[in-house]
């Protein structure tokens, strides 16, 4: 497996590890994260049992909201 890379900031969230898969509902596997073409990063994420792969696109907030 490649080793990932968060491209905007280093900083690992225990949210990114909790994606469930739809399928078998079994917790997913973070695989890897891509940056899109706005700066957001694409996290892709695959199941270990049924191997379904499912992609989320992290929005980073600019400021305080």
């Known amino acids: 497996m490649e080793a990932f890379h968060l ?3 280093d900083d690992r969230s225990p949210l990114l590890d909790l994606m469930t898969c739809v399928a078998c509902e079994q917790t997913m596997v973070l695989e ?3 940056p899109d073409d706005r700066g957001n990063d694409l ?3 695959r199941c270990s ?3 379904r792969t499912e992609t989320v ?3 980073r907030r600019s400021g305080p909201v």
């Open 7 to 9: 491209s905007v900031n």
């Open 32 to 34: 890897r994260a891509d």
């Open 43 to 45: 996290i892709k994420y």
């Open 49 to 51: 049992l049924c191997r």
């Open 57 to 59: 696109r992290l929005i």
